[in-house]
């Protein structure tokens, strides 16, 4: 809400409290001013003008040249782009030293050869938007009415000597959806009066209910309907004033008449509609549910199609308005309208926002009437509109109304104790004082034995229970004045639990070693749901999901990461490595929620390392994922319990792929991404982790032993052996180290032969075997004696022997 802080005057005396200090007590009060725009901020010296002549530029089409009176001595001579500039009009004109919005000063400069001392100045090039700008001046210059005043101030004529005040409502604050309503709530902040508007008008001897019937079919959507009949209307602009504070709450001006409506809407929050009365074909307003089916174009020309959902506005046949939200191209004001059927009622907020919502016209209008407008300002908006109506388009208004009406509202009655105040708020008011605060905001009050018993005007909707009375109470009493006291009791300190920081430390390593965190949706396909699943439960679909593509819960991560990676690689970005640590859904039975697991999820493509200078290239592989997550295990205490299984996972390489055991529990996998898989998401060869995070961070370590470096010297021993070609490497290291110990402390693979020079189904395996003991020196006797039984082991376990 758009709240003019010169059109709050009319309402209220704010002597002493300037814009800036009446939005820090509103906000203190309890409504959210998010700024104060002073409209008129860096601009100077614009005033009136008057055009006294304008010819055709000499060199130049499209340019005009114009002597203008802007209250000086002389005339000066001004060239002017407009295409609407002309002898005799009022004009803003920006003189020289003048400085528009943009701190753009106005000098004296030659255009096209003549001499130009200013700037006729269009309303956007003084600040204004111009979806505001009223649309006869939206092409070109605006010209003031032919009783402005040459050189006066032009912004003052124009209301930029304003400041504006931005309210931010909450849904139940929709009495200050109006400046009424912000009145109200200034008056109970500063304990001053308001100033009601002037309504009372002189009606003709003739009745409105003459001219019109109206009849209500749907009264539960519209229990009140009230029509003025205004005769012998002028259609004109309206005045100077209403257009700029019209402009200034966001509005665009139109004629007298439409814009009398807006006005009220601001004014009193009531919306009205003016019905061109001649053109309504009748004599019957009709108010009804819409046929489904039914036809109807509203104000934009636009065809709508209705339901039986919609409330409509009839001449007893066909719809004339949208109810609450549009009214109709058959029934709109035109300039020829002389006789106008003034609208105003009262509509149930569900039915406008269902009519707003499924023709996406959303209003100011449509927007009041969905929070709820004050029941009893219907019939006094209307009068007032009629009274404005009657003084500026010169119009007759008739006496009366016509109406309909099976209202029945009563105001709210809400009970509180003194003692519950006092003791939720922690003050200790008197009843004196929580009377006078209750008097500020104009709410009748009976006190009876420390009870006191509030009566809510209508315009206040959202008082209704014994909170909402604490709440007026605390607020204007003052929230900085309410005592502050410090919790008692012990209290410990917030930190974060040893799974918690496992897993920051999990990301930072990622991070570290080059991988970004990606942050991918949890919902997905049916057809991606169960790729990559450590464990194939049933999938998990949502009741309304927003899309087939977002419909289930993932039981992977890895599928939306390497969607990740295919975004990055349609746009050039072929080297990425990505991770992720999320959770995953399981399920858990029917009418059950699903468990909830937390998994870790990697996936890399491209190079892994390139210096061009050096002419250094290494794409990703295996080894480098795999040392990824060795390097993470190893910081995490947990290297000795895990190994790495040839295995077969659908969707992955299927020489490529290792499961991962810790301490004997498959925990997840890591791979090559199948070729077929790689193809179908034109990716180049990508290799991907994932596994549960959960059971990671809460396996138990083994304590870390710190061991003396040792002093004497170690002897390595190499041995090349011929195994079949099933035989994994980690089974042979297992028998080496076992059979090895304590002496053998080291074994590493340096070699493998496949080559032609091997028996069929055979295959070499080197390893480098490191013999130590930390308190004397080995001689060679001992490390023959174990080498001999660590071969011994091998041939017996493993069918291993040396190569000769």
């Known amino acids: 809400m758009f709240v003019s802080y010169k059109w709050l005057q009319d309402y209220i005396d704010l002597t002493g409290v300037t814009a800036t200090e009446l939005a820090e007590k509103i906000t203190k009060s309890g409504i959210e001013v998010e700024g104060v725009e002073i409209l008129n901020d860096g601009i100077k010296g614009v005033v009136v003008g008057h055009v006294l002549e304008r010819e055709q530029h000499p060199n130049a089409d499209k340019l005009s040249k114009c002597l203008v009176d802007v209250g000086e001595e002389q005339p000066v001579q001004i060239i002017c782009g407009a295409p609407n500039v002309a002898k005799g009009q009022k004009v803003a004109v920006a003189t020289v030293g003048a400085v528009l919005p943009g701190n753009f000063k106005i000098k004296r400069a030659k255009l096209r050869g003549e001499e130009s001392n200013g700037m006729i100045c269009s309303l956007t090039e003084l600040g204004m938007e111009g979806k505001v700008v009223p649309k006869e001046y939206s092409e070109g210059i605006f010209v003031f009415p032919a009783e402005a005043e040459v050189g006066v101030d032009a912004l003052a004529l124009l209301n930029r000597d304003d400041e504006v005040l931005e309210l931010s409502l909450t849904p139940n604050r929709a009495d200050c959806l109006s400046m009424l309503g912000v009145a109200y709530e200034v008056a109970a902040i500063l304990g001053r009066e308001v100033k009601l508007p002037e309504t009372d008008l002189q009606s003709s001897t003739e009745k409105a209910a003459d001219y019109v019937k109206i009849v209500v079919d749907a009264k539960e959507d519209n229990p009140l309907y009230v029509a003025k009949i205004i005769k012998n209307v002028e259609i004109a602009p309206s005045p100077l004033w209403m257009q700029t504070r019209l402009m200034s709450a966001g509005i665009r001006p139109h004629n007298n008449v439409v814009d009398i409506t807006n006005y009220i809407l601001l004014e009193y929050g009531q919306p009205l509609h003016a019905f061109d009365y001649d053109r309504l074909g009748s004599k019957e307003i009709l108010v009804r549910r819409a046929n489904d089916g039914e036809k109807f174009v509203t104000l934009d020309d636009t065809e709508r199609t209705l339901t039986s959902e919609h409330l409509v506005i009839t001449n007893g046949t066909v719809p004339v308005a949208l109810a609450g939200v549009m ?39 449509s927007a009041r009437f969905e929070k709820g407008v004050d029941p009893n300002r219907v019939r006094v908006a209307g009068e007032r509109a009629a009274y404005l109506m009657a003084k500026y388009a010169n119009g007759e208004v008739l006496e009366g109304a016509a109406e309909a009406d099976t209202l029945s509202v009563e105001p709210a009655v809400v009970s509180i104790t003194l003692e519950k105040i006092n003791r939720v708020l922690g003050t200790d008011l008197g009843m004196k004082d929580v009377k006078e605060i209750f008097d500020r905001l104009q709410f009748t009050v009976i006190v009876e034995q420390g009870t006191i018993t509030v009566t809510a005007p209508t315009r206040r909707g959202d008082i209704k229970i014994e909170e909402d009375l604490l709440e007026e109470v605390a607020r204007l009493y003052g929230y900085d004045n309410i005592p502050k006291t410090l919790p008692i009791g012990s209290s410990t300190p917030g930190r974060l639990s040893e799974y918690q920081k496992k897993r920051r430390f999990v990301r930072q390593y990622l991070e570290g070693v080059g991988l970004y965190q990606a942050v991918t949706y949890s919902l997905t396909s049916e057809e991606k749901a169960t790729q990559f699943a450590l464990e194939k439960r049933e999938t998990i679909r949502l009741a309304m999901p927003m899309s087939e593509e977002r419909s289930i819960l993932r039981l992977s991560i890895m599928p939306q990461l390497l969607e990740v990676l295919k975004y990055n690689s349609a746009r050039q970005n072929d080297s990425l490595g990505v991770y992720e640590t999320g959770a995953v859904f399981l399920a858990n039975g029917e009418d059950l929620l699903p468990v909830e697991k937390e998994h870790l999820a990697g996936a890399i493509t491209g190079l892994w390392h390139s210096h061009s200078w050096q002419g250094e290239k290494k794409a990703v592989d295996f080894f480098v994922v795999k040392g990824i997550l060795e390097g993470m295990f190893a910081k995490l205490g947990l290297a000795e319990g895990v190994q790495y ?45 994932e596994l549960s995070l959960k059971a990671v961070l809460e396996a138990d370590a083994p304590v870390l032993q710190y061991e003396a470096i040792p002093r004497f010297p170690s002897i390595t021993r190499d041995i090349a052996l011929v195994v079949n070609k099933e035989t994994v490497s980690g089974t042979l290291k297992e028998i080496i180290l076992s059979s090895g110990a304590p002496l053998l402390k080291e074994v590493q693979v340096f070699d493998l032969y496949e080559g032609d020079r091997m028996e069929e189904g055979k295959k070499s395996i080197a390893f480098s075997l490191k013999y130590v003991d930390p308190e004397r020196t080995l001689t060679d006797e001992e490390v023959t004696k174990v080498h001999d039984r660590v071969l011994e082991a091998l041939k017996e376990q493993a069918g291993a022997v040396l190569r000769g």
């Open 645 to 689: 299984v040839q295995a077969k996972v659908e969707g992955m390489h299927p020489g490529r792929t290792a499961e991962i055991i810790l301490n004997g529990e498959k925990i997840g996998f890591v791979g090559q991404v199948h070729p077929s898989v790689q193809k179908e998401l034109d990716l180049k060869d990508t290799y991907v982790f």
């Open 327 to 365: 009214g109709g191209a058959n029934s709109e004001v035109t300039p020829d309208t002389t006789t106008v059927l003034l609208e105003s009622a009262y509509f149930i907020g569900g039915t406008v926002r269902k009519a707003s919502k499924d023709h996406g016209l959303r209003s100011e209008a």
